[in-house]
């Protein structure tokens, strides 16, 4: 399980260099990474995920520029979602097992875009609604059948999405109506309410300022995987 997390903070520091490439249009997202003061070029004892932070001080090894912490809390955060994941699906069949971890990856990729851009690619939603309707072969069917308590929500999002447009986020829509075809219809309603919590509580501790925007992807997901596993 140690393993695993090592991996994790791997992912996690992958999915925050990913996402800020994405953001800024850049033609090559595997390019090397680099400091964000200077723009030296990071060697691999620079990246190695918490370690390296922990050595330098939180500091840039060529320019001595403090290196915000949220690097090291998200690495760490990945290490332990990634755990939490693989426990729970160590007795799964193999075919799930690969279903999980392939959620866990694109999920991952847009928490960590919504956090550093609150943009999320339209090309990780269309590989999620790919996975999620390879898996469950009945999206089309979930959005014309009598899902009513589910439908009614989505509606009401999108509803407030054409009204409010600087107040919610298109992709945080876009998610949550995915993920509702991977849980029963009864649970609709408790999803929005965990996210909507969470993020009210981030907003409230962290932020300090409930009118400044915020990541909302991060709760979406987090929920998501607290009904999924919360028995």
Sequence with gaps: MFTIFLFGTILGSFALKFSADCFNNLRQPMSRSRCDYCHHSLSFLDMIPIISQLYLKSRCRYCGQHIAKRYIIFEVFVGIWLSFVAYKVQHMLFAYQIFHFLLFFILLLMVASDLN?????DFLQLMLLGLVSFYYMKVIEFILSNHLISLL?????????????????????KLFTLLLALI??????ILLLLASLSALVYALVITKDIRKPIPFVPFIVLSFYVLVFAH
Aim: glycine share 10%.
């Design 117 to 121: 851009n609150l943009w999320v690619p």
């Design 153 to 173: 929500i989505v509606a009401l999002l999108w509803l407030g999405y054409m009204l409010f447009p600087d107040k919610i986020g298109g992709a945080d829509i």
């Design 184 to 189: 029963p219809n009864h649970q609709a309603p």
